[in-house]
């Protein structure tokens, strides 16, 4: 009876570590928040079983290591992301995670003009003589020059006719360290801090964020309730240029901030034996910058289409996002199935939906195989044109950003995990993400009506990475 | 009208509740729910690439945790 009463205690324990943690977990990259814990049970399994993984994580440290290599096609951005991550978990359930990540990103970005049938030349600033050292914005392929009457010292870059007009200075560095600690008040209810800093050359992000779990039902429902505060400080090189001004070489003005502040309110629920689900909702309020400094938008003639200006872009400075996610894990004999819904919207008129399905499949006590598939789905916002036309009134706001146009996009993936050991995993996943929509806008003048205007992503990315537990 | 609406918060909770009471298992059938491969999240890292990518390539981003976005990419 001590036994069975002594086990029961650690599992229902374990049981609270599982369930206070599943929703707050997984915005790896802006929030380090702790990682769902595994329950301290071997129920149900024998060694060597395809579904052996049920060690407990009370008293261990785990360390997880990974390199994400991620490729646009098209000579476009190109990104190495090594992830170092440590979680040590007491044997009273509190945990304490640490995250470390570096971010190398290169090559070339849409810069939001129209492609068009004539070559065209984009001007920006550049660096005093003598400071030649590379920045986000345009220096890859421009030539420096000088602008007559003037003396001033510019860039400019040309783009071939037909061609999307890409940024191909784009290159930067980012850091960003996570820390998470997270405390076990009884069996039932969990607090848990982070907090999170990034830097790059042009950016500054630094946020906190806490929550509260509770169990309730046998531990089979967690409520949880968090909130997070983020200030972001935007530094472009050049400085900030003026919205909606004409593109031109002249350093810019000061730097801008941003503050971010977000509600999340879930509840996970245990279904059945077989089936766990999690449903969640966020609330965002972002206010401050929010441009992209780097982007123009083309401002064309009616009649021909032809550009005639570009213009730095303009979004508003007051953003409210909100989602509803559905998540479920379903076991059907040894396998999983990973299945996500999520419905958003903002008040720049973004609506989305995302459906995402993964089957993990042990194909041995010691390998599985995970296929995955995301579909994703999203309006434009109110103020997104692929161009303006002259001779037209300013609109307030307009971006041609094509991350806030109309599209679609799929993700197919593979995994692949290798348990090395009881305790260790490694891990590899390859995906293909690829961003369709219209090219072409009904009613576009003159020969932009022939141009591709579509300026999505076709990117490869592998993942690979190694996780080690040690008691 | 504040305090109706409140009441009736508090009994929509309160129903959910008592909803969720009758679902669930009894702590000796957790057997299948205590696979590390039943959690939410079994590779953070690997979730935390994906943020990444799609808040910087898309318009939307939170669902499974804050909204925020903690780089200058999007």
Request: glycine share 10%; with cysteine; charged share 20%.
């Amino acid at each position: 009876m001590q036994l069975r009463k002594r086990k029961m205690g650690r599992v229902s324990r374990a049981l609270g570590l599982v369930t206070a943690n599943l929703f707050v977990a997984t915005n790896g990259y802006a929030q380090a928040v702790p990682a769902p814990q595994p329950p301290a049970t071997h129920l149900g399994n024998s060694s060597g079983s395809v579904t052996d993984d049920t060690q407990s994580d009370l008293g261990t440290i785990t360390t997880d290591g990974s390199v994400l290599f991620y490729q646009e096609k098209g000579g476009r951005v190109k990104a190495v992301e090594p992830v170092a991550r440590l979680k040590f978990t007491g044997e009273n359930g509190d945990t304490f995670s640490l995250k470390a990540t570096y971010d190398s990103l290169t090559g070339a970005t849409p810069n939001g003009a129209t492609p068009w049938k004539e070559t065209q030349t984009f001007t920006t600033p550049t660096t005093p003589p003598g400071h030649e050292e590379a920045v986000t914005g345009a220096s890859g392929n421009s030539t420096i020059v000088i602008v007559p009457g003037t003396g001033a010292r510019v860039a400019q870059y040309q783009i071939a006719p037909h061609q999307l007009p890409l940024d191909a200075g784009f290159r930067d560095r980012r850091y960003a360290l996570n820390l998470s600690y997270s405390h076990l008040f009884n069996p039932n209810t969990r607090i848990t801090f982070g907090l999170n800093g990034s830097r790059e050359r042009d950016y500054r992000s630094y946020s906190a964020n806490t929550s509260l779990s509770q169990d309730f039902n046998d531990h089979n429902t967690t409520l949880t309730v968090g909130v997070n505060y983020e200030y972001d400080q935007s530094r472009p090189h050049f400085g900030t240029p003026t919205p909606l001004t004409e593109m031109n070489g002249l350093i810019k003005g000061p730097g801008e901030n941003k503050h971010v502040f977000s509600v999340i309110a879930g509840v996970t629920q245990v279904m059945t034996r077989f089936w766990l689900l999690q449903l969640n909702y966020t609330i965002g309020w972002n206010n401050g910058y929010q441009n992209d400094p780097y982007k123009i938008i083309s401002v064309v003639d009616p009649i021909t289409g032809a550009p005639q200006q570009y213009l730095y872009e303009n979004r508003p400075r007051s953003r409210t996002r909100q989602s509803v996610y559905l998540g479920n894990k379903i076991a059907i004999g040894p396998t999983v199935a990973d299945l996500s819904f999520r419905y958003y919207h903002d008040s720049w008129k973004v609506d989305s939906i995302t459906a995402e399905i993964a089957e993990r499949v042990p194909i041995s006590s010691w390998f599985y195989v995970e296929p995955d598939f995301r579909y994703y789905h999203q309006t434009a916002a109110s103020f997104f044109n692929y161009y303006l036309l002259a001779g037209q009134p300013l609109p307030s706001y307009a971006s041609a950003d094509y991350r806030l146009g109309r599209f679609t996009a799929k993700t197919i993936g593979l995994k692949l995990g290798f348990k090395v050991s009881r305790d260790g995993e490694f891990y590899v996943l390859g995906e293909d993400y690829k961003q369709t929509g219209a090219s072409t806008v009904p009613g576009a003048p003159g020969d932009l009506a022939n141009e591709n205007l579509f300026a999505g992503v076709h990117a490869r990315s592998v993942m690979v990475g190694f996780s080690y537990t040690f008691r | 009208m504040k305090i109706t609406r409140s009441l009736l918060a508090v009994i929509g909770f309160s129903c959910l509740l008592s909803a969720c009471s009758v679902l669930g298992v009894k702590p000796w059938d957790r057997d299948i729910m205590a696979r590390k491969s039943m959690q939410l999240n079994t590779h953070p890292n690997l979730t935390a690439y994906h943020e990444h990518i799609y808040f910087s390539k898309e318009g939307s981003s939170g669902g499974r945790t804050f909204d925020g976005g903690g780089c200058g990419c999007n």
